[in-house]
């Protein structure tokens, strides 16, 4: 009984800790674009990445890239770069700036910021056409971006 009091005391501990981990959307430290700690203080999980990346719900990313190991997600897009190598041209610390908000790194890219809270024109909220209330958030959470750069991680050419 004791051990057991005990590993759920050393497991809620964890996993405050965790939280404690993640760093906000306006706490992000971008250097040349770059982002080099982990949003979330967690590995990402490049199957869940996977999942975001193709999901138009989600990530949508194919909305504007297309991946060859996606094909199964019909309607890829093409204002983006396709994804394949994504591995080979960036950095984990790169990826992560370019998913978070790729306007610190590319000034003129129409990609949008998936981990930004503050410093639009005018946001909305969702597709109601009216403005954002006080629970604007980002596109994804931080745990999501390292899932995704965990997936972009993974596509060498």
């Given at each position: 009984m004791r051990i057991s009091i005990l590993t759920t005391i050393a497991v809620a501990a964890s996993a405050t800790a965790l939280v404690a981990a993640e760093i906000a959307p306006t706490a992000v430290s971008y250097?040349?674009?770059?982002?080099?700690?982990?949003?979330?203080?967690?590995?990402?999980?490049?199957?869940?990445?996977?999942?975001?990346?193709?999901?138009?719900?989600?990530?949508?990313?194919?909305?504007?890239?297309?991946?060859?190991?996606?094909?199964?997600?019909?309607f890829q897009g093409e204002i983006g770069p396709p994804l394949d190598g994504a591995a080979d041209r960036w950095s984990e610390a790169e990826l992560r700036g370019i998913v978070a908000n790729a306007k610190i790194m590319f000034e003129d890219t129409m990609m949008p910021a998936f981990y930004k809270t503050e410093g639009f024109i005018r946001p909305g909220n969702a597709y109601t056409g009216k403005?954002?209330?006080?629970?604007?958030?980002?596109?994804?959470?931080?745990?999501?971006?390292?899932?995704?750069?965990?997936?972009?991680?993974?596509?060498?050419?």
């Amino acid at each position: 009984m004791r051990i057991s009091i005990l590993t759920t005391i050393a497991v809620a501990a964890s996993a405050t800790a965790l939280v404690a981990a993640e760093i906000a959307p306006t706490a992000v430290s971008y250097e040349d674009g770059t982002v080099a700690q982990s949003l979330s203080g967690v590995a990402g999980d490049a199957a869940s990445g996977r999942e975001i990346v193709g999901n138009k719900s989600l990530g949508n990313c194919v909305a504007c890239h297309q991946v060859s190991d996606l094909a199964d997600v019909p309607f890829q897009g093409e204002i983006g770069p396709p994804l394949d190598g994504a591995a080979d041209r960036w950095s984990e610390a790169e990826l992560r700036g370019i998913v978070a908000n790729a306007k610190i790194m590319f000034e003129d890219t129409m990609m949008p910021a998936f981990y930004k809270t503050e410093g639009f024109i005018r946001p909305g909220n969702a597709y109601t056409g009216k403005a954002a209330d006080d629970t604007f958030g980002p596109l994804l959470s931080a745990q999501q971006i390292e899932d995704v750069v965990a997936y972009l991680s993974t596509l060498k050419e």
